[in-house]
């Protein structure tokens, strides 16, 4: 089974600062893809990154970076210089390759905070 | 292209009552899936469709019907609404082909069964 935690509930930081949200998966795949959605105040939800197990290679987008170790099954998600537009929940999720449908764990999401 | 549409965007049922919520993708994707989310929870797979005519159950399809006559439509139907399946409910769409694996989300129906 699939299974994706991120333990941060609730994270609240001051605008400018740099914050990094977790994210830690389990999965009996050895091909795997992990996602970061953002889901802001309107409710929508909207890609933000998708990372393949063979690819562990660090990824910078602006402000936000990602950071993927499979030794620790993590696949953490910093934005630096945080905005108040950061403000959302975010949520981390797997994609396994066995039992088709390309189906997605979700983890239960960060809500992010940022205030002035 | 509209993306994923869902509708209704709000509805109130009473328990018992049925209905169904009309999700539409106009980009030729094979999966599509149906999605709830709970309050302080993430979303759990109702249904999903790898293709018209083929849909099979996700991890919560207790009191939920699907059906995909064709590629762009996938409606999920509520037969005997219950205050458990008062939630928001997000329909999906992704390809199956090349590395582009990315679901694609509509803007989520909030329903309230009361």
């Known amino acids: 089974a699939q299974k994706v935690t991120q333990a941060q509930t609730e994270i609240s930081v001051v605008e400018k600062e740099d914050v990094t949200l977790d994210c830690v998966y389990e999965t009996r795949d050895t091909t795997y893809y992990l996602f970061w959605y953002k889901q802001p105040p309107s409710g929508e939800l909207v890609f933000l990154i998708r990372?393949?197990?063979?690819?562990?290679q660090n990824e910078i987008s602006g402000r936000y970076s990602w950071n993927f170790q499979k030794s620790t099954s993590s696949f953490n998600f910093t934005i630096t210089a945080s905005q108040v537009v950061d403000s959302a929940v975010y949520f981390c999720a797997l994609r396994g390759v066995t039992g088709g449908g390309n189906k997605l764990t979700f983890g239960t999401g960060t809500q992010l905070k940022v205030e002035l | 292209n509209a993306g994923v549409t869902q509708t209704p965007k709000f509805r109130i049922l009473k328990i018992g009552q049925s209905m169904t919520l009309q999700c539409a993708q106009d980009?030729?994707?094979?999966?599509m899936y149906w999605y709830r989310q709970d309050p302080g929870m993430g979303l759990k797979l109702i249904y999903y469709?790898?293709?018209?005519?083929?849909?099979d159950k996700g991890e919560v399809p207790n009191g939920y019907n699907v059906s995909r006559s064709t590629t762009e439509d996938f409606p999920l139907r509520l037969e005997l609404a219950a205050p458990s399946q008062t939630s928001v409910y997000f329909c999906?769409?992704?390809?199956?082909?090349?590395?582009?694996?990315?679901?694609?989300f509509g803007p989520g129906t909030r329903l309230t069964v009361t």
């Open positions: 980009m030729n994707h094979n999966y």
């Open positions: 999906a769409s992704s390809h199956n082909r090349g590395r582009d694996y990315e679901q694609y």
């Open positions: 990372r393949n197990s063979f690819d562990e």
């Open positions: 469709s790898v293709g018209a005519g083929i849909t």
